[in-house]
């Protein structure tokens, strides 16, 4: 069974700068898709990125990015010119490749935004 | 385009009491998902559906819990009897083949039992 692993319960940042959130996960598969989801107070649950595994260039959506390491099967998100709108909890999430949907979801991680 | 719908979006009820939660996916999505969201367990994956068949129901905690599709734009998830610890918030998703499966997250119900 596939797992995802989000070590960092809590981070923190000041207001524009950068902070990174890491997620690793296990499976055997070979091909799939990987996922950062943001849930603000609001608790919508919000794609942020997503990264296909047979790419190998690491997906970007303006101030978020991914560094994709598949060998060590790792996928973190950095966050650049933080805001305080980014303050959230962040999902990191797995789906194989094949139509079949279900997401597997890490722990979270708060993430706090500090003027 | 309205984004995936749910209602209620609180639920109070006892313990015992029958509760039915409501989803309407996305118009022209053919996925429908379930998730819980406790602070136990984080988020699960309770009952998927495709083209309205459910295709693993394997996340449903037990016999109290069911879920229905009857047609492309309209699930229920039901809880009978409801009991305390179903207490959390539940997630409708839907999603599409032609955008790549990207589910979309209705805003939740918060379910509350007492």
């Known amino acids: 069974a596939q797992t995802v692993t989000q070590s960092q319960p809590e981070m923190s940042v000041q207001e524009a700068e950068t902070v990174t959130l890491s997620c690793t996960y296990d499976t055997s598969e070979s091909d799939y898709y990987l996922f950062w989801y943001k849930q603000p107070p609001s608790r919508q649950m919000i794609l942020v990125i997503r990264q296909e595994a047979y790419k190998q260039q690491n997906a970007t959506e303006n101030r978020f990015s991914v560094n994709f390491q598949k060998a060590a099967k790792s996928f973190s998100l950095k966050i650049s010119d933080s805001q305080l709108g980014d303050a959230a909890m962040y999902f990191c999430a797995y789906r194989r490749s094949t139509s079949y949907g279900k997401l597997t979801f890490g722990q979270g991680t708060i993430l706090t935004v500090h003027p | 385009d309205a984004g995936v719908i749910q209602s209620p979006r609180h639920e109070v009820t006892e313990m015992g009491q029958e509760v039915t939660l409501r989803c309407k996916p996305i118009?022209?999505?053919?996925?429908l998902f379930w998730y819980r969201q406790t602070m136990m367990r984080g988020l699960e994956l309770l009952i998927y559906?495709?083209?309205?068949?459910?295709?693993?129901d394997s996340g449903m905690p037990e016999d109290r819990f069911s879920a229905k599709m009857p047609n492309a734009s309209f699930s229920t998830l039901k809880i009978q009897p409801s009991e305390p610890r179903d207490s959390a918030v539940y997630f409708c998703?839907?999603?599409?083949?032609?955008?790549?499966?990207?589910?979309?997250f209705g805003p939740g119900t918060r379910l509350t039992v007492t």
């Open positions: 559906f495709n083209n309205n068949v459910p295709i693993d």
């Open positions: 998703a839907s999603s599409s083949r032609t955008i790549s499966y990207e589910q979309y």
């Open positions: 118009s022209g999505h053919n996925s």
